[in-house]
């Protein structure tokens, strides 16, 4: 077990926590580096210059905002998400690196944007498997404000599984979703090598997260997410309009796994 035995996280430990998190993201995702890849080629294209701000929504420890800042070292990152663990990784991580910076902020409240002390409006927003944990009315509200903080033409890019409307194409719907079954079946006959829960379960014997997983209990935090809050691709189509995005639309898929695409009107 990583970091066993000690109180105090070193960044040797984060990254092997982190490490251990990537394996477990991709067990859900087989495509997770592709979408990562198209993502960022998405905010190379549309942001227009070399040293874009960009906001990673839910980044958890940094995956995606890493990633981002390799290929594009100018760039500005604010890496935002509430929960203290997956901070406390990506700040012991990757707390130097340039151009990023983490914010504990709820993306659920009313003046998330505020507590961000943006110097100037952002070029784009990113986000994988995240936005789908906020319930309908907290997501527009969230998109709503992050309207008001990203410059005209900005991009908001969601990484996630968002589902068509079950009335309208149910056998559709169906299908995607066995389909994503089966292939989780042929890669893991066995099941998943670690779940999301597993990988909760190991770091919570980690003492040297014991501050950030009280704080975690203290914000109640496991309790919050039951998985469908915002699983329709028509609740962020319909957030997205609501806020003021000019186009709304898909830009890469497989199957359900989609980068949703909005750009704020000029
Ligand atoms: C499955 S993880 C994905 C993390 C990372 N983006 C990745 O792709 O590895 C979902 C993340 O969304 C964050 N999140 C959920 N609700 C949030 C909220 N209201 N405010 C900020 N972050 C939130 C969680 O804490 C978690 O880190």
């Not at 998400?81 to 990784?89: G, K, N, Q, S, Y």
């Not at 130097?96 to 927003?125: I, K």
């Not at 909760?200 to 309790?223: C, F, M, N, T, V």
């Amino acid at each position: 077990m990583p970091g066993l035995n000690q109180d105090v996280l070193d960044r040797e430990t984060a990254q092997r926590w982190i490490a251990r998190w990537e394996i477990q993201q991709q067990g859900y995702l087989p495509d997770r580096e592709d979408r990562f890849t198209a993502l960022i080629d998405a905010v190379e294209e549309a942001a227009g210059r070399a040293d874009p701000l960009v906001l990673d929504l839910g980044c958890g420890p940094g995956s995606l905002s890493v990633r981002l800042l390799d290929r594009m070292p100018a760039a500005r990152v604010v890496a935002i998400d509430t929960d203290p663990v997956l901070l406390a990784l990506g700040r012991t991580a990757y707390g130097d690196r340039d151009g990023l910076r983490f914010a504990d902020v709820d993306l659920r409240s009313n003046g998330w944007t505020g507590e961000l002390a943006l110097d100037r409006p952002a070029d784009a927003a990113v986000s994988t498997t995240a936005l789908h944990w906020l319930r309908p009315e907290a997501l527009h509200g969230m998109y709503a404000r992050l309207a008001t903080v990203l410059r005209p033409g900005g991009l908001l890019l969601d990484g996630d599984h968002l589902r068509d409307d079950a009335t309208a194409v149910p056998t559709l719907v169906r299908l995607g979703q066995v389909l994503i079954e089966r292939e989780e079946r042929r890669r893991f006959p066995d099941g998943l090598p670690e779940s999301w829960q597993g990988w909760w379960e190991a770091i919570k014997e980690d003492p040297a997260l014991g501050a950030p997983l009280a704080e975690r209990e203290q914000r109640r935090l496991s309790e919050d997410h039951h998985g469908s809050e915002s699983v329709q691709l028509a609740t962020h189509v319909d957030g997205l309009r609501a806020a003021g995005f000019a186009e709304i639309g898909t830009i890469w898929q497989r199957g359900e796994n989609r980068i949703l695409a909005g750009v704020l009107a000029p």
